[in-house]
């Protein structure tokens, strides 16, 4: 997967930008606040249809303009692909080759890009939202169903606890509730079944990645914990049925809450390195280490899954890795991953992969391209 051309009209502080890429590693240079996460965010906003950044698409639009628009031209394996999003404070209109998306589940997944921020540390050490968060954004790129079941759920939950503060004030809400937990189990079953999947070959591919780093010295592994007494070796069928049982059973504590207390939405991943959790008791070089072996699994993951490899995007991400680290990254994605990199500058950078890039000045919301 290669992205040949962006362009950016009244997005963030870009007037208007049409930058032409015919590089494997491309450097974004300049000094903070001019742009430059910006043009990697506008990559990801393509691929996602949203920013990793906000969820406030207005944020994104220039100020005082009306409007935002973000184009790409890529080329897949299978022929070259045309998107493009138009953002306004109304809502968001996208479209490939020109055709415009009935629904964001439908666009999503027309290419492919792994973003890796110095803020993904968070993903190990951060609250459980944001691993939900990295779970649902990652398979929602390599499966349309998921970001269609997903989404189904998440609406469900807020009719679902719109109905339990209504039981609260005494309002007859019982029969509904129960149709709520019917729908709920179905989706919750479906969404667990892509989890576990995914987390299957997310370990998989991270043990691997992780024993290179530490050359063998540690071990990874991952445990996903769910609110519901669902396992990976259950059918989809008995996962529905054992989720219902459960829904049924702390009703009248979910109605005393006044919310949802079970389900994919309250679940939680755990990292290990040699049995020992990562989040309480690592050290900050294994925090990095797990964050990195991570993204470099979602690549693989990736590829396997759509049988080319995604677009890798690198906000300031090598300034937080020591030597070792940024060694092993640019290694793994030497002639394989087309990558974009934000930095201030390109001294230290000495590393082979880094030496064939193209340069790209961003100053003030313009770019330029070193000759």
């Known amino acids: 997967m290669i992205l040949k051309e962006l362009e950016l009209a009244q997005y963030r502080n870009f007037e208007r930008v049409q930058v032409h890429f015919d590089a494997p590693i491309v450097l974004f240079v300049g000094p903070n606040a001019q742009g430059k996460t910006n043009m990697l965010e506008s990559i990801y906003v393509l691929a996602m249809a949203k920013s990793h950044r906000t969820s406030k698409d207005k944020e994104l639009i220039k100020w005082e303009e009306p409007f935002a628009r973000l184009s790409c031209r ?216 797990t964050a990195l072996s991570l993204k470099l699994a979602e690549i693989e993951l990736i590829h396997q899954e759509v049988g080319e490899y995604p677009l890798l995007l690198l906000d300031d991400v090598l300034s937080e890795l020591d030597a070792d680290r940024q060694s092993h990254l640019l290694h793994n994605i030497k002639d394989r991953v087309q990558t974009f990199v934000t930095t201030t500058g390109v001294e230290g950078l000495y590393h082979q992969t880094l030496q064939q890039a193209a340069i790209y000045r961003v100053k003030q919301g313009t770019i330029t391209r070193d000759i």
Not at 158 to 182: C, H, S, T, V
Not at 226 to 250: C, F, G, K
């Open 74 to 289: 890529a080329d897949r394996r299978t022929g070259p692909v045309h998107l493009d999003i138009q953002l306004t404070s109304k809502g968001k209109k996208a479209k490939i080759n020109q055709l415009e998306q009935r629904r964001l589940s439908d666009y999503i997944g027309a290419i492919n890009a792994v973003m890796f921020a110095p803020e993904d540390l968070s993903i190990v050490k951060g609250s459980p939202v944001i691993r939900r968060r990295f779970l649902d954004m990652e398979i929602g790129q390599v499966s349309k169903s998921y970001l269609y079941h997903i989404l189904q759920y998440q609406k469900l939950i807020q009719q679902r606890n719109l109905a339990m503060k209504e039981l609260q004030m005494g309002k007859p809400f019982g029969d509904m509730l129960d149709i709520y937990n019917a729908q709920m189990a179905h989706l919750a079953a479906k969404v667990l079944n892509k989890r576990f999947g995914f987390m299957d070959k997310l370990e998989r591919w991270g043990q691997e990645i992780h024993a290179q780093i530490t050359q063998g010295r540690e071990t990874l592994t991952l445990s996903y914990e769910s609110t519901l007494p669902v396992t990976p070796d259950m059918s989809e069928s008995e996962a529905e049925e054992a989720a219902y049982r459960h829904l049924t059973s702390i009703k009248d504590r979910e109605i005393a809450r006044g919310t949802s207390l079970a389900g994919p939405h309250r679940d939680d991943i755990h990292f290990f390195i040699n049995g020992t959790s990562v989040h309480q008791y690592g050290s900050q070089g294994q925090q990095r280490t």
